[in-house]
């Protein structure tokens, strides 16, 4: 069963560092996101992005963040100076004709 | 602004069932949806319901859905050790590319 692959699966990084978090979503779909859980929180929308640029983004999702498909296949997600405050599970997920499907996550810590 | 609301904790006996309950506010909602999250792993997504319907059942689970009320609420029937989780409730509007908007999670603990 095809699936959402992300890597790396926990990332740690000095604060003011740039960090680049890896998706592979299931390969025949069009629709891209990325989400956040900051630990007991919430699972937060970031971004999404359909045809090569953002659909929507929420107010998390400032100049520091930024998305790219750099291939047919992988979909990035770059903070460019992170934050303590950063420090969250990230989720990809992609869709085509029905339901989002979510990747296993990337852990990142910010020290 | 839209926002999903749940308990934030359920304890059950294991074989009895469970009910997890969640309100939202956006009327807009057309999708509504339960994920499952067990430690350290990703967002399962467990089932769906369409806001035109009342009732969906899918082996062990049953949503039931008051529209009017805007409640939802998802029954697990025969609790199992394995459904110890945390189960999400979250909706979207009608567009395939809309962003999903999730509740806190409500943490499932079985009782032996």
């Known amino acids: 069963e095809p699936e959402v692959t992300q890597t790396p699966s926990h990332q740690v990084t000095q604060m003011g560092q740039e960090v680049i978090l890896r998706c592979v979503p299931i390969s025949n779909h069009l629709y891209f996101y990325w989400y956040r859980q900051i630990l007991g929180q919430k699972v937060e929308f970031l971004v999404s992005f359909y045809n090569n640029e953002i659909s929507e983004k929420s107010e998390i999702f400032d100049d520091q963040f930024s998305v790219e498909r750099p291939d047919g296949s992988n979909f990035t997600l770059k903070i460019r100076s992170t934050k303590l405050e950063d420090s969250a599970m990230y989720f990809c997920a992609s869709s085509g004709t029905s339901e989002q499907f979510f990747g296993p996550g990337t852990r990142l810590t910010v020290l | 602004g839209e926002d999903v609301e749940q308990s934030l904790f359920l304890s059950v006996r294991e074989g009895d069932s469970s009910v997890i309950n969640c309100t939202y506010t956006?009327?807009?909602?057309?999708?509504l949806y339960w994920y499952k999250q067990e430690p350290g792993a990703g967002l399962q997504l467990l089932t769906y319901?369409?806001?035109?319907?009342d009732m969906k059942q899918d082996q062990r689970l049953t949503v039931l859905l008051n529209k009017k009320d805007k409640h939802l609420s998802l029954r697990i029937a025969d609790t199992q050790t394995g459904d110890s989780a945390i189960y999400f409730c979250a909706e979207s509007p009608m567009n395939r590319d809309d962003k999903i908007i999730f509740g806190k999670g409500t943490r499932l603990h079985i009782l032996p």
């Open positions: 319901i369409f806001s035109n319907m």
């Open positions: 956006d009327s807009s909602s057309t999708y």
